[in-house]
């Protein structure tokens, strides 16, 4: 049974330009979130999808959208790239409570 | 004062020790509790999840105490492959979203 899958592994993009990030949940799981983690911190939650809609909504502004399929996967997009972007993005899937990761892409703007 | 605050440590150990970490928490209508586990550049994984009643799971117990907003976890006789970074996590009542703290880093030296 394959777990949490995230595409690419790792990217690089210049300040300005736009990424989309790729999430296929853990079998038989109906949820996606997805949280930033910069170095040294803690993941911060984005927001959380659900029945293809955006169920929540953490701190973070409009740059930040998302998309879940009726496949339960989905997508994170980030436009108008800042330095301060650069970090590990993770998603989430989750049926109930808990919430099992993916291993996350790495993206490094410059 | 942040939502989820623990000691960034680094803990070094002998192997063989019992360690100790501690975590408080800003909101007091939070529901759940975990304890999450992140090694070097992975993502996070679920440790255990953390009762009112406290609960033990072999060499790890984790206990919470509500009236002081602060949660624990205990490792006895540590092994050279719990050295990860111990990330304390939370829920808020009506929320889907995990709050993490910025995680305590363990090292456990032969």
């Known amino acids: 049974d394959a777990g949490v899958t995230q595409s690419p592994t790792h990217l690089i993009k210049t300040r300005g330009q736009q990424v989309t990030l790729r999430c296929s949940p853990k079998?038989?799981?109906?949820?996606v979130s997805w949280y930033q983690q910069a170095l040294g911190q803690g993941p911060q939650f984005i927001f959380q999808y659900y029945e293809e809609e955006e169920r929540q909504r953490g701190n973070f502004p409009d740059r930040f959208s998302g998309h879940q399929f009726p496949n339960y996967s989905s997508e994170l997009n980030v436009n108008a790239l800042l330095l301060g972007d650069s970090a590990l993005y993770l998603c989430?899937?989750?049926?109930?409570?808990?919430?099992?990761f993916g291993p996350g892409t790495r993206l490094l703007v410059l | 004062r942040k939502e989820v605050e623990q000691d960034p440590g680094p803990f070094n150990v002998p192997e063989g020790a019992t360690v100790a970490f501690n975590c408080t928490y800003s909101?007091?209508?939070?529901?759940?509790f975990f304890w999450y586990r992140q090694d070097c550049r992975k993502e996070p994984k679920l440790l255990m999840s953390v009762y009112s009643s406290g609960n033990e799971d072999g060499r790890f117990t984790a206990q919470l105490n509500r009236a002081s907003q602060y949660i624990s976890l205990l490792i006895r006789d540590s092994k050279l492959s719990d050295s990860a970074t111990y990330l304390c996590?939370?829920?808020?009542?009506?929320?889907?979203?995990?709050?993490f703290g910025k995680g305590t880093k363990l090292s456990v030296i032969p």
């Open positions: 989430a899937s989750s049926f109930a409570e808990t919430q099992y």
């Open positions: 909101n007091s209508a939070s529901q759940s």
């Open positions: 996590v939370v829920r808020g009542a009506g929320s889907y979203q995990l709050t």
């Open positions: 079998s038989g799981h109906d949820t």
